[in-house]
């Protein structure tokens, strides 16, 4: 039983439940190298923040520092052992294959030339800094963070109920080598489950009421069948994902939508300062795909069904100071239409100006007008681009080809 825990533990999170342990333990009783270099670690002046016996994967860094990707060890006499130093090429093959950069020295070097070993690891965080600049661009639209590239990629639920679409989307999805995190809806199926329960859809303005009952069906269907699903189909493409919802780990609080003209039930609405992106953060440096259902809480014990576009859009905000961000939006279009009936008619750019001239004469279908608003909103909080298009299309863009609908500001 234990070990069926500590397996899945190791599947969730990268690293399983002893090397968390074993760090806490680590951090306790700290060599007089550690406890010199982290002294020095935490006045850096480098503007950067380093974690001590930081788990990572099946290993433990002795100082990690996320915004760089940047690992610092410190050896003992006993790393210059043969069966060691194999033990160290293994270890640092895995945990460079997360994009990360390892620097080594010895006990002596740090208590006897500590301030030639604190030169070092200043000029590496420096050139890694100047490479992330590099790689993000220099647009206006490029974060001060340093975390890479991250695509917060929202899947519709016409795409869920087609199998095959489906699966080709998520094999597009795990051959991409940059962080990412997929938020889906739940397409056609708590709908048809609700019918087989004896519960009858009920929708305004295109928008599903949520009464208890169907609270009880969604938690089940996005939150359990749906999530489960996809998670199981990328780890058999070799794609470590984690399901989640805003629930876990408190990472999307919301609050009850309030009655106006229509009481929506049990919606909730998001509140960007309130995401704690912190804890997706944590997960992508560790290798992991979060796979977000659409579901938030109040705080208050009870759980809120949240649009699937909105939560794709204020993940992207909250993660766009440690990221290059870029969000897509995947469906079963070609991207967003001039004309509904011709898949041809596709907008290859839409911007501020664009958009209000389309509203004005009509020639956007209403379904896609909160889209392309959650789209501006984000854009103007820090997102890079977003992206509008055909699930098996869109994340060609990983390469740079630009298909679909991009929303740019302009």
């Not at 929506?264 to 560790?286: A, E, M, P």
Request: charged share 25%; glycine share 10%.
């Amino acid at each position: 039983m234990q070990q069926a825990k500590d397996e899945r533990w190791d599947m969730h999170y990268g690293a399983n439940k002893v090397i968390f342990q074993r760090a806490e333990e680590l951090r306790a009783r700290m060599t007089p190298a550690e406890e010199t270099l982290w002294l020095a670690l935490r006045k850096n002046e480098w503007n950067v923040k380093f974690r001590r016996q930081h788990p990572l994967s099946k290993y433990i860094a002795d100082f990690y520092c996320h915004s760089v990707k940047l690992v610092i060890e410190i050896d003992g006499g006993y790393h210059l052992g043969l069966e060691s130093r194999i033990s160290d090429e293994i270890r640092e093959d895995e945990i460079k294959h997360f994009g990360i950069t390892i620097i080594r020295f010895t006990n002596e070097e740090v208590l006897n030339r500590i301030e030639i070993t604190l030169k070092k690891i200043g000029d590496l965080v420096s050139s890694l800094q100047m490479k992330a600049k590099e790689n993000l661009g220099t647009s206006n639209n490029s974060p001060s963070g340093a975390g890479g590239k991250l695509f917060v990629i929202k899947i519709g639920g016409n795409i869920i109920d087609d199998e095959a679409a489906l699966q080709a989307f998520l094999a597009a999805l795990a051959s991409i080598k940059e962080n990412k995190i997929l938020v889906h809806g739940g397409g056609k199926i708590a709908s048809k489950l609700g019918e087989q329960l004896g519960l009858t859809p009920n929708y305004v303005n295109g928008r599903r009421i949520t009464d208890a009952a169907t609270l009880d069906l969604v938690t089940m269907v996005y939150g359990g069948l749906v999530n489960k699903q996809i998670v199981a189909a990328l780890q058999a493409l070799h794609c470590n994902a984690i399901g989640l919802t805003g629930v876990d780990g408190n990472i999307i609080p919301a609050v009850k939508r309030p009655v106006r003209d229509i009481d929506y039930g049990f919606v909730g609405d998001i509140d960007t300062k309130d995401v704690h992106s912190k804890i997706l953060s944590l997960l992508l440096s560790n290798g992991l795909t979060p796979v977000i259902a659409p579901l938030t809480h109040d705080g208050q014990g009870s759980m809120l069904n949240t649009n699937a576009d909105t939560i794709a859009a204020e993940l992207a905000i909250a993660l766009s100071g440690d990221y290059d961000v870029r969000l897509v939006y995947c469906f079963d279009k070609a991207g967003v239409l001039e004309n509904v009936e011709d898949e041809g008619s596709v907008i290859p750019l839409i911007t501020k100006e664009k958009y209000r001239s389309l509203t004005a004469e009509k020639k956007l279908f209403e379904g896609m007008i909160p889209k392309i608003d959650n789209a501006f909103s984000a854009l103007d909080k820090g997102v890079g681009e977003v992206l509008i298009g055909h699930a098996k299309d869109i994340l060609h863009n990983t390469t740079g080809e630009t298909l679909g609908t991009l929303i740019k500001n302009g």
